[in-house]
Nanobody, 121 residues
Framework: QVQLVESGGGLVQAGGSLRLSCAAS????????MGWFRQPPGKEREFVAA????????YYADSVKGRFTISRDNAKNTVYLQMNSLKPEDTAGYYC??????????????WGQGTQVTVSS
């Protein structure tokens, strides 16, 4: 199994940037497709971004396309989510996941505990 720990969340003003990290242990992330999800207060968790095993293919929700970038550093066994031009509606708990089989239904084998991102207007 793989353990995932997110970090890098915090409070930022609209228009600002944050970089989230997801540190994996137990297994190399090169063995898994990786994804980021978020859950705004009172709402269901939603797909944000995904990366193929190699990192060669990436996918984004329309709401973040052009603003967020998912990337991997396999040597550090870490996946990142660079978030630019943040909006108040980006406020959510952000979760890293591994080995997802359905991003829409949020079916993933492994989940991190989440890190909070709050964007002030």
């Amino acid at each position: 199994q793989v353990q995932l720990v997110e970090s890098g969340g915090g409070l930022v003003q609209a228009g600002g940037s944050l970089r989230l990290s997801c540190a994996a242990s137990g297994r190399t992330i090169s063995s898994y497709a990786m994804g980021w999800f978020r859950q705004p207060p009172g709402k269901e968790r939603e797909f944000v971004a995904a990366s193929s095993m190699s990192g060669g293919s990436t996918y984004y929700a329309d709401s973040v396309k052009g603003r967020f970038t998912i990337s991997r550093d396999n040597a550090k066994n870490t996946v990142y989510l660079q978030m630019n031009s943040l909006k108040p509606e980006d406020t959510a708990g952000y979760y890293c996941a591994a080995a997802c089989t359905d991003y829409v239904r949020r079916v993933c084998a492994y989940w991190g505990q989440g890190t909070q991102v709050t964007v002030s207007s």
